[in-house]
């Protein structure tokens, strides 16, 4: 019995939670302007692999300029160049696992016996090796992923360049002592991207992401020639964030182009892209972006311990990590945000955010990310102010609809007539009048049949899904009906209900407020206003306790913060001088406060 | 075990959440009234008559269910009470009887006569009885009152007495007085309360065959409700105002009447008024009369009697002036202002006597002679409605002419016996 009340008690009380949440908290260096002196200081790999090694950051003092408290000396790491910091992580990556018998022999034919092994071959055909004679003296092979490379780029450049003897004239002379490999990297393979790799199980990895290893007889070495070559979906336009204004490219499949993509908007030295890799099994590279001098190195440090520590044999796609990352799993509320659009990730970096791209999947993923965002489209920036803050409030009117009509007419049917104008009444009961269901069931019906349309139309190929959506809705409504089985006043309800969540831009919380709305459709269904109130507290109180990346959900309004004036109301985009407040980014000036310069005679309007 | 407590303590939430059910009612579980009307009853105490629409508009709501509006049910029974009236309908009618949505309150006038006071704060305690209704106080019958009113050019009733409601202020013939209202003014010792006065109109005053054109002619509102001359629409008819003292009905007022209280009680909005022209009585000028600000009321004592100095403030448009006299010009406007204000000064004087005749403060005179008491007792032990007979009351009127229509100037006509006018 006394375990019983011990157990209720422990229910009701609330105890903090014991593990160390991620906190973004104000930095002493937040908000200083330095936008070109990137700290790169910091990007080192999270705690937990903390077994790998720290970077060797020579510590120096350096005076920086104090804004209010005084003349305060700061001691400030120094920071690394991009290439040093490549170069250590590099190292780092290739040190584990580095066994004696993982390294290439000098042995020609007990190489090919390892790669023969690991790969299963015969069993295994898509692993092809290829056994040929370096300019008829040498023996050597390739070994290649078949349709993983470019077969004719294999073999033009790799193969017809090391056969042909007249290209080893030079090596064959009396007294070179130059090692074949190095010679044939140097002088040989007119291929942009050569690396001489030892390590046999970084060699595996490059063969499968489509390399071709060239071994060598007598080398203990083995040179990886880029020759990827798959094939791949090219760019198109975005299927889940159409707009009407601005970009029309959509990240692809491939994890190169989609950097690739991000990196023609943003031309900065600063826009670093950093890879780790996930999956223990499948081995896929996602791409953490941030520019580098506006991003908080805590979350970057952040991004990348919690990117680290997934330890699942297959992630696939963005989608998979962001459940993987995310904070808070059991919220309704998505904590990231997924982007099918490069202008949309770059204009988030430049804000200080981080984004997460990963193989596999169209889509990129955005932390942290607060409410706001998830209202947000490319093309509220694209289109004037006042154009771009009239969609806003539409969408937000979406989003209310898409998730209180029902409710509300329940409420209003079951508990609250008196609300109701007489003639709209009269006119509901009268064609409620041969509905044998009630309210509750006839919502619950029509809802059901509304999302069963709406999975049903994705799933149906081509083009009749397109027609099928409103063909069937419109067929099944009239049926529904004529039947009696549902009143018209509710087709008008669902159909609205629909049109509302259509206009989320963001899928993922369109699908969190369909969710939603059948939670309260019940509460009205039970308790009315009164019902619908509650719920809506409750829904509140649990979502302002979601955190993304140790940004609360509804930041710059709860809890208060600094932020531009691009929330639901846009203002003018010159009025948009900072970034947010709340991710406390290194440089929170986004543009001067006179960034239409041609306004002010003085200068002719040139930049100060 | 934590997982076993938690489920039961949701379960046991449900069952307290789910206690919410039991007041949900689909719309097709009420029937739901939309006038509800009383008078002394034949059999039983009281006669109580439900008006409400049919529902028998059925599936589709499109072409046919139009038609189906304008089925309207009455329903009159008699009873001991309006509740207990409520439950003996339930026994033919098989939805429950909701009231929320009623909008008229009809009371007969020999029911009003002998105080309906027992009525009104009665049954203002029930949920679903509104303040916003309209009281009415209708000559005869109730019940036949409302079976007269039915929908005429509308196919939806409620929204018949709804704007027929806002046309009181369009014409000033009748107020839009609230059951809330009454039942403020009657506990209140400022003023009386007033009703609606409605009668069914038998067309009896209305005599077939061209007329002579009788003059001098009559003002448009010195008619009470059901007398008007006329023939064709609903045969309800809304026209003046029933006076009470506390809940006893103890005098009616005709529309013009009713147009000078509502402009003393600075809830008059517009009205068409026709005057005799000045310099022809045989030819009517018509004018569009708005209030142009509250009245000024002021009310001082001598000695013991109370002096009320009320001045209201009307301005206007010229509609239609038959003659062609040129009353826009400099010279002739005052000449016709001044023939206004006399008109109104007149009837006011004439309704403030016949108010104090049966000793109503319908006015809320009251409300400014409290001034001059320092506490709510003395107020009271005053007793400011009994004394309201005893009051001289000085009234004026200003009134200023704004615009002329879409004539600037009127001019003569001519014909075979020359320039005709002046």
């Known amino acids: ?608 | 075990m934590k997982r076993v407590i938690c489920l039961l303590l949701l379960l046991s939430y449900m069952c307290i959440l789910f206690t919410g059910c039991f007041d949900a009612q689909e719309v097709t579980e009420w029937a739901y009234v939309y006038s509800i009307g009383m008078e002394k009853g034949v059999t039983d105490k009281l006669r109580m008559t439900v008006q409400m629409p049919s529902m028998k508009g059925g599936k589709g709501g499109g072409s046919e269910g139009g038609q189906e509006q304008g089925n309207i049910e009455t329903i009159t029974i008699d009873c001991p009470s309006f509740y207990a009236g409520v439950n003996m309908i339930n026994s033919f009618v098989s939805r429950q009887i909701n009231y929320m949505h009623a909008k008229y309150l009809v009371f007969s006038e020999s029911l009003a006569r002998e105080g309906i006071d027992s009525y009104i704060t009665a049954f203002i305690r029930g949920r679903q009885i509104r303040r916003q209704m309209n009281v009415i106080i209708t000559k005869g019958s109730a019940s036949d009152f409302l079976k007269a009113h039915s929908v005429a050019i509308s196919s939806s009733l409620s929204k018949k007495q709804q704007n027929l409601m806002d046309q009181g202020s369009n014409t000033g013939f009748f107020s839009d007085v609230t059951y809330g209202d009454m039942l403020d003014e009657a506990k209140a010792p400022y003023g009386q309360p007033i009703a609606i006065l409605a009668a069914i109109n038998d067309e009896g005053k209305f005599k077939p065959g061209e007329g002579t054109g009788q003059l001098p002619f009559k003002t448009s509102g010195d008619y009470y409700a059901g007398d008007l001359a006329r023939r064709g629409g609903s045969k309800a008819e809304f026209l003046g105002t029933a006076i009470f003292d506390g809940g006893k009905m103890v005098g009616e007022l005709n529309g013009d009447e009713t147009r000078i209280l509502l402009m003393l009680r600075n809830q008059f909005h517009r009205a068409f008024y026709a005057v005799r022209d000045p310099k022809m009585p045989n030819k009517t000028i018509t004018m569009d009369v708005r209030g142009q600000k509250n009245p000024n009321i002021k009310v001082r004592f001598e000695g013991d009697k109370p002096v009320i100095d009320a001045k209201v403030f009307l301005e206007g448009d010229v509609l239609a002036i038959q003659s062609t006299i040129d009353y826009e010009s400099k010279e002739l406007k005052p000449i016709l202002e001044n023939e206004f204000r006399k008109l109104i000064k007149e009837q006011m004087d004439k309704t403030i006597k016949k108010c104090q005749l049966v000793n109503s403060d319908v006015f809320r005179f009251g409300s400014f002679a409290a001034m001059h008491f320092p506490t709510i007792p003395e107020w009271e032990e005053y007793n400011w409605l009994k004394r309201f007979k005893d009051a001289q009351v000085n009234t004026e009127v200003d009134f200023r002419i704004r615009r002329t229509g879409t004539m600037l100037k009127s001019s003569e006509l001519f014909s075979t016996e020359g320039k005709k006018g002046e």
């Not at chain 1, 023969?116 to 040929?132: A, H, L, Q, S």
């Not at chain 1, 969540?501 to 407020?513: D, K, Q, T, V």
């Not at chain 1, 290194?586 to 306004?599: D, L, M, P, V, Y």
């Open chain 1, 1 to 608: 019995m006394a375990n019983i009340f011990q157990t209720m008690k422990n229910v009701f009380t609330y105890k903090p939670e014991k593990g160390q949440a991620f906190e973004l908290l104000e930095g002493s260096t937040e908000g200083v302007e330095r936008e070109n002196t990137p700290e790169a200081a910091n990007l080192k790999p999270g705690s937990d692999t903390s077994d790998k090694t720290e970077g060797t950051s020579a510590e120096q003092t350096k005076d920086i300029p104090a804004e209010k408290n005084g003349k305060k000396v700061r001691e400030k790491k120094t920071p690394l160049t991009v290439e040093e910091w490549n170069k250590q992580k590099n190292d780092e990556e290739a040190s584990p696992d580095q066994t004696e018998e993982g390294l290439v022999s000098s042995d020609l034919s007990a190489n090919l016996q390892k790669i023969k092994k690991e790969f299963g071959i015969p069993y295994n055909t898509d692993v092809m090796t290829r056994k040929f004679k370096i300019a008829r003296k040498v023996n050597a092979f390739i070994t290649y992923v078949d349709g993983m490379v470019d077969s004719t780029f294999v073999s033009d450049f790799v193969l017809r360049q090391l056969m042909e003897p007249r290209n080893f004239e030079e090596f064959f002379k009396e007294g070179n002592t130059e090692n074949i490999s190095d010679y044939i990297n140097e002088n040989v393979i007119s291929v942009h991207e050569v690396g001489k790799m030892k390590d046999l199980n970084t060699i595996y990895f490059q063969i499968l992401c489509g390399d071709t290893a060239l071994f060598i007889d007598g080398a203990e070495m083995c040179l990886i020639i880029s020759t990827r070559g798959y094939e791949k979906r090219s760019v198109e336009k975005p299927v889940t964030e159409n707009v009407v204004m601005g970009s029309q490219e959509g990240f692809t499949e491939n994890l190169r182009t989609n950097l690739t993509l991000v990196r023609k908007i943003i031309k900065n030295k600063n826009l670093i892209t950093e890879m780790i890799k996930v999956g223990k099994t499948n081995q896929a590279y996602i791409g953490i972006m941030y520019m580098n001098g506006i991003v908080n190195q805590e979350v970057i440090k952040e991004v990348k311990r919690r990117l680290n520590s997934i330890d699942a044999a297959f992630v696939a796609g963005d989608g998979m990590v962001g459940q993987f990352i995310e904070d808070s799993p059991f919220m309704i509320f998505p904590q990231t945000l997924t982007t099918e659009r490069p202008d949309r990730v770059a204009s988030f970096l430049m804000e200080g955010k981080v984004a997460i791209i990963s193989e596999g999947a169209p889509f990129a993923e955005v932390v942290p990310i607060t409410f706001y965002h998830l209202l947000q489209t490319s093309e509220d920036s694209m289109v004037r102010w006042q154009y771009g803050s009239f969609l806003r409030i539409i969408r937000v009117f979406g989003i209310m609809v898409s998730a209180f009509l029902p409710a509300m007419y329940v409420a209003l049917t079951l508990f609250h007539q008196e609300m109701i104008p007489t003639e709209l009444l009269a006119s509901i009961a009268r064609s409620k009048e041969e509905v044998p269901f009630p309210t509750i069931v006839e919502i619950i019906l029509l809802e059901i049949s509304f999302e069963l349309i709406r999975e049903g139309g994705i799933r149906i190929p081509g083009v009749i899904g397109q027609t099928l959506g409103i063909i069937g809705a419109l067929i099944l409504g009239q049926a529904a009906v004529a039947a009696g089985l549902v009143s018209p006043i509710l087709i008008i309800i669902v159909a609205v209900t629909g049109l509302g969540s259509f206009a989320i831009p963001n899928y993922p919380f369109g699908l969190s407020l369909r969710v939603v709305r059948f939670f309260f459709t019940f509460m009205a269904a039970i308790l009315g206003f009164y019902g619908i109130s509650l719920g809506l507290f409750l829904m509140a109180c649990v979502a302002c306790n979601i955190k993304s990346f140790g940004v609360p959900f509804f930041a710059p309004v709860a809890p208060k913060t600094k932020s531009a004036p691009d929330l639901v109301m846009r203002q003018p985009i010159w009025k948009q001088e900072e970034r947010p407040d709340f991710l406390n980014p290194a440089n929170r000036r986004k543009q001067s406060s006179n960034s239409r310069g041609w306004e002010h005679k003085k200068n002719g309007g040139k930049k100060q």
